[in-house]
């Protein structure tokens, strides 16, 4: 905390010298939403920010972007440290206490799982799909409008419907989830429809014993942790994982591979 508020009057006084009292400082944001795999300073300037000042900004890297829907936090210090380089710059800024970086990623879109289920149906010589009523969650990817496949189909209790098993083709982009089919009335029983072998049992995605990642959500605000898994799980179970620093247990819902998420 000492070493913060030192930084800070440095940064003050050198403001102050340069510039005297007529200095028109420019504000930076304290809570920031990106895109992509890495923050940089210009992510966190406002939209008047002079052109000068963003175009600099832009070259300047504070770190790698958070996973999609987690969040991190920056302080001050860190942000000086990237800056050290251009004192000039450092001098136009007004960095925030705190700045909260969230990734949002790209949203996985009814088209790409369209036609994912349409080339999966396809070949298995069934249509229908472009007449279907699909259930989407809501999902994000990242990396913009990503292709997908299916990876498994479970049966319903009603003959025209099924939940499709996703994920995307580059398996990093997005975690895996199921999407709601109603097939069209007429179309052919879905006993017709083969299930491969190796998705009779839905897949782990989680083990007991290995570690994994816990997003906490709550009112305005989210978290990544660390976290061991108590038990093992498939998509959308729940199981329950253990905070080792504070030996705390979570019941949590399983997102992806190795990732699980809990509500505070």
Known sequence: MKRRWIGGLLVLAFRLFAFGDTQTFVRMKAEVVVQGTVVQLSDLLTANAPRAIRDASSGIELGSAPKVGT?????????????????????????????????????????????????????RGLAGIAESHLEIPAIAASIPDPDLRVVGIHRSLQEQAFQAHMRCFTRDACGDFLVNVTLPDGHLPLFHLRVPENDAQPALLVRKGEHASLALSGSNMKISM????????????????????????YFAEVLGKHLVHASL
């Open 71 to 123: 969040i991190r936090v920056l302080d001050r210090e860190q942000i000086l440290t990237r800056l050290a380089s251009v004192p000039w710059l450092c001098s136009q800024l007004m960095i925030p206490e705190r700045v909260t970086i969230e990734s949002r990623g790209w949203p996985v879109t009814k088209t790409k799982v369209r036609d994912a289920l349409s080339a999966f149906m396809d070949a």
């Open 226 to 249: 660390p976290v061991v898994c108590l038990e093992s799980g498939a998509l959308n179970q729940r199981v329950h994982v253990l905070d080792k620093r504070n030996q705390k247990v």
